[in-house]
T-cell receptor
Framework: NAGVTQTPKFQVLKTGQSMTLQCAQD?????MSWYRQDPGMGLRLIHY???????DQGEVPNGYNVSRSTTEDFPLRLLSAAPSQTSVYFC???????????FGPGTRLTVT | GESVGLHLPTLSVQEGDNSIINCAYS??????FIWYKQESGKGPQFIID?????DKRQGQRVTVLLNKTVKHLSLQIAATQPGDSAVYFC???????????FGKGTLLTVNP
């Protein structure tokens, strides 16, 4: 199993540009989530999904959209990037039989 | 608002010593707690978890203690090794929604 994979590893955007951060898992986990991590802070939940076709907002959802068309994939979209979205983004998945979350390696995003 | 925090942002120990990392939580409804280890440039890695119906749980070289009376969580690492150097996060959850609230993290440095 590859676990949770994220692409790209690094990305630089200009203010106002859009992009999609990709996340995929091959563990057949129902639950997936996106977090952002800023310096000196813990992870904050952006959006999450409890299964294909179901998404919901986390603690800091503004400026981000998600969709869950398949169990494996959970992309995060930035429609109009802002400098405040400069951060490291982590995707995670969890099977509903356990609380153990598996995190991807992260995407480091810089918005100038 | 409800939050999870840490008493000590940094901890430096000698190799072979035991380490104790502390965490305070404020949501009395939280019923599940997790400790994560995050090495530089990587995603968080699950270490150990504990449910609110327990006050102690042991893993390999690690023990988590939960004191619900004072809303306190601790992670004990026995015979700390240089490979244990990382940032350690506690996280809490409540109900069955699997949404985690993370603390800010403690940087553990192990000196050889």
């Amino acid at each position: 199993n590859a676990g949770v994979t994220q692409t790209p590893k690094f990305q630089v955007l200009k203010t106002g540009q859009s992009m999609t951060l990709q996340c995929a898992q091959d563990m057949n986990h129902e639950y997936m989530s996106w977090y952002r991590q800023d310096p000196g802070m813990g992870l904050r939940l952006i959006h999450y999904s409890v299964g294909a076709g179901i998404t919901d907002q986390g603690e800091v959802p503004n400026g981000y959209n998600v969709s869950r068309s398949t169990t494996e994939d959970f992309p995060l979209r930035l429609l109009s990037a802002a400098p405040s979205q400069t951060s490291v983004y982590f995707c995670a998945s969890i099977g509903l039989s356990t609380y153990e979350q598996y995190f991807g390696p992260g995407t480091r995003l810089t918005v100038t | 608002g409800e939050s999870v925090g840490l008493h000590l942002p940094t901890l430096s120990v000698q190799e072979g010593d035991n380490s104790i990392i502390n965490c305070a939580y404020s949501n009395s409804a939280s019923d599940y707690f997790i400790w994560y280890k995050q090495e530089s440039g990587k995603g968080p890695q699950f270490i150990i978890d504990i449910r609110s119906n327990m006050d102690k749980r042991q893993g390999q070289r690690v023990t988590v203690l939960l004191n619900k009376t004072v809303k306190h969580l601790s992670l004990q690492i026995a015979a700390t090794q240089p490979g244990d150097s990382a940032v350690y996060f506690c996280a809490e959850s409540w109900g069955s929604n699997y949404k985690l609230t993370f603390g800010k993290g403690t940087l553990l440095t192990v000196n050889p």
